[in-house]
């Protein structure tokens, strides 16, 4: 089983970077692929990116690609979310996520078993 906390959420104003971490417990975290998805209030989850475990393959949700970058420490057991280019858009709860098919980057959230509590990022004008 895997455990997963994320931090780094806060308020930021619009064009600036925010950088979210998740941290994954146990000995296991090399073997599942991660992803980041988002949930604005009144709208479902969103797809926001995906890694592989060995970082070979990566994706992004087109709302994010180019200003967002997704990596990921197998020896801290860490993933990161690296958000730049803020838009107002972008405030939503921000959740981390394991996927047990360590070689894809899943969009879909019926793939990932384990979720992390959310943080809260907030976009301002």
């Known amino acids: 089983q895997v455990q ?13 970077p925010l950088r979210l971490s998740c941290a994954a417990s146990g000995r296991t975290f090399s073997r599942y692929s991660m992803g980041w ?3 604005a209030p009144g709208k479902e989850r ?15 949700g087109d709302s994010v690609k180019g200003r967002f970058i997704i990596s990921r420490d197998n020896a801290r057991n ?14 939503a709860v921000y959740y981390c996520a394991g996927d047990p098919n ?3 980057v899943g969009v879909r959230r019926e793939y ?14």
């Open 112 to 125: 990932y078993d384990y979720w992390g509590q959310g943080t809260q990022v907030t976009v301002s004008s």
């Open 4 to 16: 997963l906390v994320e931090s780094g959420g806060g308020l930021v104003q619009a064009g600036g």
């Open 78 to 91: 860490t993933v990161a979310l690296q958000m730049n280019s803020l838009k107002r858009e972008d405030t």
């Open 46 to 60: 969103e797809f926001v990116a995906a890694i592989t475990w060995n970082s070979d393959n990566i994706y992004y």
């Open 102 to 104: 360590p070689f894809r």
């Open 37 to 39: 998805f988002r949930q």
